[in-house]
Each structure stands twice: as C-alpha cells, then as structure tokens.
C-alpha cells in the first residue's frame, strides 16, 4: 500500500530561451504511461475538489497557470502541498487521499493519469478509504 513517501515533486524538464520557456514531458520522466490527460479551469476559489483516492489511477497534478494547494493523505499522515510551478508536477500514486483548493484566480489544474475514465475505480468515500485503503 502505498504512503506520503511515494507521493512526489517530479520536476520537469524545461528549455529557455529569448522567446520564453518551453517544458517537455516524456515517457522517461515520469512513473507511468499517460492513458489520460485533464485539466480544471475557471475553478472559484472556495471550491474543493478532489476528495477522493483511486485503486488503479497514478496522477501528476500541475499547476498550468496560477497556484492551488493539494492535501495528500494516506490515512496515516496528511501533508498540504502548493503547487505554483509549471514546470513541476506532483506524482500522487495509487491508495491516496487528495483535495485540491485554494485555487488563484485564473488557475489551470493539468492532471496526466495512468488509467481512462472509470467510476469504478475511484474510492470517493473517505470511511471506506481508511477502513479498507490506508497505509
Ligand atoms: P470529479 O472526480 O468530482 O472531479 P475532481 O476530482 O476534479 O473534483 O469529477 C467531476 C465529474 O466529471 C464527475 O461527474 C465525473 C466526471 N469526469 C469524467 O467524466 N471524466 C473524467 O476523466 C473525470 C476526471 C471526471
């Protein structure tokens, strides 16, 4: 099962010059093959999103534009994490709790998953996530 020790900060690789920053995310830098890619836009700042874990999903949450806070929770320990960087990505694995809020205005949420779209997957209530899941 996994812990707040395999959630990681992945940086990712970047390329500048005059005409500004250019990031690059290839296969090698990160823990898993993308099957997926979705983004959060236009999020008011009170919202909470997340609240959730996943069985099967690895993720890398990156702040696009703006900032927001992601809570990681392994039903052990929970740590608050901003995100502010577009060139840093946040690796959550499988069997982790996260929330995302404190979102700027203007923010981008870009989330790479390792797993289509499937409702079965998910663990959206947090009792059965400590009962069954937690570290
Ligand atoms: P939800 O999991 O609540 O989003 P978040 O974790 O960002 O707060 O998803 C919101 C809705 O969007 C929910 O009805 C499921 C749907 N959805 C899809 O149809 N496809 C997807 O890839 C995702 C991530 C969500």
């Known amino acids: 099962m996994n812990t707040l020790n395999n959630v990681k900060l992945i940086d ?17 830098s990160i ?8 983004y959060l836009y236009d999020v008011p700042t009170e919202s909470s999103r ?5 069985k099967e999903q690895q993720s890398l949450i990156i702040a696009l534009s703006g900032s927001f806070e992601v809570v990681v ?37 870009l989330v790479l998953a390792s797993t289509e779209y499937d409702e079965v997957e998910y663990i959206r209530k947090y009792d059965d996530f400590i009962n069954q899941f937690s570290g």
């Open 12 to 28: 990712i690789p970047k390329v500048h010059d005059e005409r500004g920053f250019l990031a690059v995310i290839e296969k090698k």
């Open 31 to 38: 823990p898993f093959v993308i099957k997926r890619v979705y």
């Open 50 to 54: 997340g609240g959730h874990a996943h």
């Open 73 to 109: 929770d392994d039903g052990k320990i929970k740590k608050r994490i901003m995100l502010n960087k577009p060139n840093q990505g946040l690796y959550i694995p499988t069997h982790i709790w996260r929330e995302i809020d404190n979102f700027s205005s203007g923010s981008v949420c």
